[in-house]
């Protein structure tokens, strides 16, 4: 563990001192977070999360999994589509957690994990000791929206989790603590959110009584050795045959299944779009060594197994070859 220079942590007993915080989360990371907290008896008095999702051909409900959690726990959820221009006064966020209309909030910290808004300085505010953020890499490496997505298709190693203390700008605040994280050949970027925020929940839950009570330093980052994400899109998706089988084993781990990954063919005097849905995959255990270093030599289309044509249904690798390749660019 890559901890802070505090004494070594112990875990704080819940009963001598209650804390009253707000859980501002979605998605893989925010629903391991939330667990871990959970099982270390940390349970927040609002969750704050995205509003449920219309799916499929007929717009079905999708249930945000936060709000059906928080449901299960008997515990206030809040679902706002905008906080940028928030009325706190009527929210949520204007209630003590015992939901009396008429008194004073009573949050001691909000916690943040991926939520997908930005919090305004008046929503910061609010709670008396801060705002700690879940972060999924070692601050102040990747910064920004996909750190867990940059640190796969980079072909990391390693990444982490970092607790830090929120400020004014983007992943930019003081550190608490850092944990690595093991990134293996099998990760995709579900998998290693839920690992990060398996790791993250635990050290947060080992350190928040000890944030709470002023015992930790809080670590500035070093700014100059910031490195940034960005937002990926659907060209982000798109391979050449010929390039490094790295290349595509990355891509098809980081970016689905937000992102197709796919190439494109000349097919019929036109331009043939062609989605990849399955791959070989090798873990990187050190029996697998010699394999991995085979794999490095590839190229992309040795390590293809099933694709979907445009407007096709999907086929296996051999039998496209077979049909397509005849002309392929």
């Excluded at 936060?66 to 905008?82: D, G, R, S, V």
């Excluded at 990444?159 to 700008?169: N, P």
């Excluded at 992943?171 to 959110?193: F, R």
Aim: hydrophobic content about 35%; proline content about 6%; charged content about 20%.
């Amino acid at each position: 563990m890559l901890q802070n220079n505090t004494p070594a942590f112990t875990k704080a007993s819940v009963g001598e001192a209650k804390i009253n915080f707000a859980f501002w989360g979605t998605g893989p990371l925010a629903e391991s977070v939330l667990y871990n907290l959970s099982q270390n008896n940390f349970l927040p008095s609002l969750i704050i999360t995205s509003p449920d999702k219309k799916v499929g051909r007929h717009f079905q409900i999708e249930k945000n999994i936060l709000a059906t959690w928080a449901e299960m726990k008997n515990i206030p959820c809040w679902q706002p589509t905008n906080v940028k221009d928030l009325d706190i006064k009527n929210s949520p966020l204007s209630l003590s957690p015992n939901n009396s209309k008429n008194s004073k909030n009573n949050f001691n910290l909000f916690i943040v994990a991926s939520y997908p808004k930005i919090l305004n300085p008046e929503i910061l505010n609010i709670p008396k000791f801060g705002n700690l953020n879940v972060h999924p890499s070692l601050l102040p490496k990747y910064r920004g929206p996909s750190p867990i997505q940059t640190a796969i298709l980079n072909g990391d190693e390693k990444t982490g989790v970092t607790i830090l203390q929120l400020d004014a700008e983007i992943d930019h605040g003081p550190i608490l603590i850092q944990k690595e994280v093991e990134i293996t050949k099998q990760d995709n970027n579900v998998t290693l959110e839920k690992k990060c925020g398996l790791e993250g929940g635990q050290i947060l839950s080992e350190i928040l009584e000890h944030y709470i009570n002023n015992n930790l330093k809080l670590i500035p980052q070093n700014h100059e050795q910031a490195t940034f994400t960005r937002k990926f899109k659907t060209e982000d998706g798109e391979i050449k045959l010929e390039q490094a089988a790295s290349v595509l084993h990355n891509k098809f781990q980081a970016l689905l299944p937000h992102i197709p990954i796919y190439f494109s063919i000349q097919h019929q005097n036109k331009k043939m779009r062609v989605k990849i849905t399955e791959i070989i995959l090798t873990d990187n255990s050190a029996e697998n060594k010699k394999e991995l270093q085979k794999k490095a030599m590839q190229k992309a289309e040795e390590i293809i197994l099933k694709v979907i044509p445009e407007n096709k249904s999907e086929i296996s690798w051999a039998d496209f070859q077979r049909g397509y390749l005849q002309n392929k660019i």
